[in-house]
């Protein structure tokens, strides 16, 4: 993993619906610079404490950008090279480096590697690059393989030299131009052996790529290991915080800090509480007075931590399975900041002081827990790495809890009370302490 990738926040970016774009891609392929909306609002990430840019997708595509038709062009409805030009230099500029969104299982169905395909079958230069099946008849359209069924996303066939030639065209590309990692789409869904033919080579151009792999559910340090990932996104982690605090069962939450310690071992992993792809943690826990308590998870522990735009404002949006579902959770943002509604600020004050924390402590990225008390609404743990410690401590009941915290030292964020080797929190209290 590249050095710099310890300090590493981002705010995530789903550009197409932050600058309000149209759902279709124009027929005539008008563009529209839209990109330096974009830039009117890095300030803004910066003092929240990022200083990383994780965009989602930016290429020419059909609808909702996974549907990529051109991996080396910029969105019409979100500009040119110029614009993209203009907001990496504009990033750079205030320190924030910038990781783009790689679709490389799936092309969409008007990508001219598949047209080419339709329009001259069998025979097509680029036929070897899908899964296709061709059924009898001169004029019949072959069967191919989707992305989780979805018929207008062709998935590629990792196995063919060409495909590995051409993502690492792609990747090595946009490194040149100035992006400084890459999030790998849908990477579950990739044989492990395709990136590890594809990432040595984009390293040996670019060696302090960082590149973060999408895996949903599966053997998290295998997929590093085998493929030549940095890290993949820690979604075991993701649910455990929600799911804990919504049912009061802690338990949860520290069993599934065990396993984030595992992954540790061998990787540090992308953690967050929000992405473009969930419904929005305010409006995903049942009890909005422990949104705290998720963001001082996902400040403590071990990783990199990602927030997504809008989750700093406490924005709330619930992702659908249907089409146009994932609408209330990528939705336009005002101009600037100061069009911002006044009541998600405080949410932003609490991150700023959390990730302000977080720099203060930077050996945070790797470090581990241990369990000092643990009960259905009560918890406590230790985190520690390089001779360092702080301790948390959550409560989720209606009534003030004590909680062992051995070694604890003064409140540096939430609120409690030390008696000795305990803390004393409210009602639906927490702290972070030092150790």
């Not at 981002?10 to 774009?21: D, I, M, N």
């Not at 839209?34 to 890095?42: E, I, K, M, N, S």
């Not at 998935?155 to 060409?162: F, N, V, Y």
């Amino acid at each position: 993993m590249p050095d710099w990738v310890q300090d590493a926040v981002w705010w995530h970016v789903y550009p197409l619906g932050f600058v309000g774009a149209e759902r279709q891609a124009p027929a005539d392929g008008t563009v529209t610079h839209r990109l330096d909306r974009l830039t009117a609002w890095l300030d803004y990430a910066v003092e929240l404490g990022a200083n990383g840019l994780a965009l989602g997708p930016v290429f020419a595509s059909s609808t909702h950008g996974y549907d990529t038709v051109d991996h080396a062009r910029i969105d019409p409805r979100l500009g040119d090279d110029a614009d993209f030009d203009a907001l990496v230099a504009a990033a750079h500029d205030r320190g924030l480096r910038v990781l783009l969104d790689g679709v490389f299982n799936h092309v969409g169905r008007e990508h001219p590697a598949f047209r080419a395909v339709l329009e001259q079958g069998p025979a097509a230069p680029t036929a070897d690059w899908f899964r296709l099946r061709w059924p009898h008849g001169p004029d019949a359209e072959p069967e191919y393989d989707t992305f989780e069924g979805h018929g207008q996303l062709v998935a590629l066939d990792h196995s063919a030299p060409a495909v590995a030639d051409w993502v690492t065209g792609v990747m090595t590309g946009w490194l040149d131009r100035g992006a400084d990692g890459w999030r790998l789409d849908a990477a579950y869904a990739v044989p492990t052996s395709f990136w590890a033919t594809v990432l040595p080579r984009v390293r040996a151009r670019h060696p302090d790529a960082y590149v973060v792999g999408e895996v949903i559910h599966g053997d998290y340090a295998r997929v590093v290991a085998d493929s030549g990932m940095d890290a993949v996104t820690q979604y075991e982690l993701w649910k455990a915080v929600w799911s804990s605090l919504n049912d009061g069962n802690l338990h949860e939450l520290a069993h599934a800090l065990g396993r984030h310690d595992g992954f540790l071992d061998a990787f540090v992993p992308l953690t967050f509480v929000g992405n473009h792809d969930v419904t929005r943690i305010a409006s995903r826990l049942t009890d909005v007075r422990h949104l705290p308590h998720a963001l001082a998870v996902l400040f403590t522990v071990g990783g990199t931590p990602s927030v997504y735009a809008g989750d700093e404002q406490a924005f709330t949006g619930v992702k659908e399975d249907r089409a146009g579902g994932d609408d209330a959770v990528r939705p336009a943002f005002p101009d600037t900041p100061a069009g911002l509604a006044p009541y998600g600020w405080p949410t932003y004050r609490l991150h700023e002081e959390l990730i302000g924390l977080r720099r203060r402590h930077r050996w945070l990225h790797r470090a581990r827990t241990t369990p000092l008390h643990r009960d259905n609404r009560q918890l406590s743990y230790a985190v520690a790495a390089d001779g360092q410690r702080l301790v948390v401590a959550l409560n989720l009941a209606d009534t003030a809890a004590r909680l062992p915290a051995p070694g604890a030292g003064a409140v540096l964020a939430g609120a409690g009370t030390v008696r000795g080797d305990s803390v004393e929190l409210a009602a639906h209290g927490w702290a972070v302490l030092d150790g």
